[in-house]
């Protein structure tokens, strides 16, 4: 594997940092954020396939400036009653 110097430096800044006991902690560590983010971007490409579809067969609704402050406050309120279900977080 070849790295350029700055990634190497890094790597050897966060391991003699105490970040992590070694090079290949360190490494382990940015594979698992790339995969991570590798499977975000996956999920967020299937919501935009999703939406589009549903585009093509007119499974949307329009909103205009009156009907605006309607959907702010369902989003408002959905995204509550979410916060509301999920475990907290120590």
């Known amino acids: 594997m070849h790295l350029t110097t700055e ?3 890094f790597i050897r800044q966060t391991v003699e940092s105490g970040r992590f ?3 290949e902690d360190a490494v382990r560590e940015a594979v698992r954020l790339l995969e991570q983010r590798e ?3 996956a999920e967020l490409r299937a919501l935009v ?3 589009l579809a549903d585009l093509e067969n007119g499974e949307y609704v329009d909103y205009t400036d009156e009907t ?3 959907m702010i406050e369902d989003i408002r309120r959905e995204a509550r ?3 509301a279900t999920e ?3 120590k």
């Open 81 to 83: 009653e979410s916060h």
């Open 7 to 9: 990634q190497a430096d």
């Open 21 to 23: 006991a070694n090079v």
């Open 39 to 41: 499977h975000e971007i």
């Open 68 to 70: 605006l402050p309607e």
């Open 49 to 51: 396939d999703e939406g």
């Open 87 to 89: 475990p907290k977080r």
